[in-house]
């Protein structure tokens, strides 16, 4: 089984500052794991995925994302959020060369505040 | 040139009829998807078909029959609408998992 868990509903950022929004993951086996944006009224946007190599992965609008196989974990950060990051990121998960699904988080909304 | 487009975007329609959303997409790949959003945004695999064939098919009430006529469509027909089947409806496509999905803008399906 394979499962995804974003701890916080929401997360509130003052613009500027960094961002970071957390995920954690289990898998029976090594994973690919995947950050998706969702804004208002529209379908999910691919932002970064990990596959293997590089823990540190960056994606698109200048996020990035780290992967901690200790800590199970695939947090999402951004050194100096803008007002127009503001919107429901989604960490999902698959199990490496046997899943048929990628399975998501609940989602966080992300505010960033003028 | 949308890569992959659902029909209708919005869809507001009385409880015990029957209706169907569509899904098509261009970008050659051999698996498509259905999940479902409920209220809380949280995001639930309904069906999945990799070159017609069903290879997923969770809890999901029988009056839900996906049909996938080709590859590059998938269209979802639900039967006897309910209130609790309010939501939107996201199609994806990938063409392995390693790249991730690519999605739909959504069908938001309203009972009333």
């Known amino acids: 089984a394979q499962s995804v868990a974003q701890p916080e509903d929401q997360v509130n950022v003052a613009e500027g500052n960094p961002l970071t929004v957390k995920c954690t993951y289990s898998v029976s086996g090594n994973p690919y794991l995947f950050w998706y944006v969702q804004y208002p009224n529209r379908g999910l946007q691919f932002l970064l995925k990990y596959i293997t190599g590089d823990n540190l992965v960056k994606g698109s609008y200048g996020f990035e994302a780290e992967f901690n196989k200790s800590q199970t974990s695939f947090h999402l950060k951004k050194p100096s959020a803008l007002v127009s990051d503001s919107a429901l990121y989604f960490c999902?998960?698959?199990?490496?060369?046997?899943?048929?699904?990628?399975?998501f988080g609940s989602g966080t909304q992300l505010t960033v505040l003028p | 040139d949308t890569a992959v487009s659902q029909t209708p975007k919005y869809l507001v329609t009385q409880m015990g009829n029957d209706k169907s959303i569509k899904c098509e997409q261009n970008?050659?790949?051999?698996?498509m998807y259905w999940y479902k959003q409920d209220s809380k945004k949280f995001l639930k695999i309904m069906f999945s078909?990799?070159?017609?064939?069903?290879?997923i098919n969770e809890t999901v009430p029988n009056r839900f029959s996906p049909k996938s006529p080709d590859k590059a469509h998938l269209n979802l027909h639900i039967n006897s609408l309910e209130l609790g089947d309010s939501a939107v409806y996201f199609c994806a496509s990938s063409q392995e998992l390693s790249l991730g999905y690519t999605f739909g803008s959504g069908t938001r399906l309203t009972v009333v």
């Open positions: 078909y990799n070159n017609k064939e069903l290879i």
């Open positions: 970008l050659g790949h051999d698996t």
């Open positions: 999902a998960v698959t199990l490496r060369g046997s899943a048929r699904q990628l399975t």
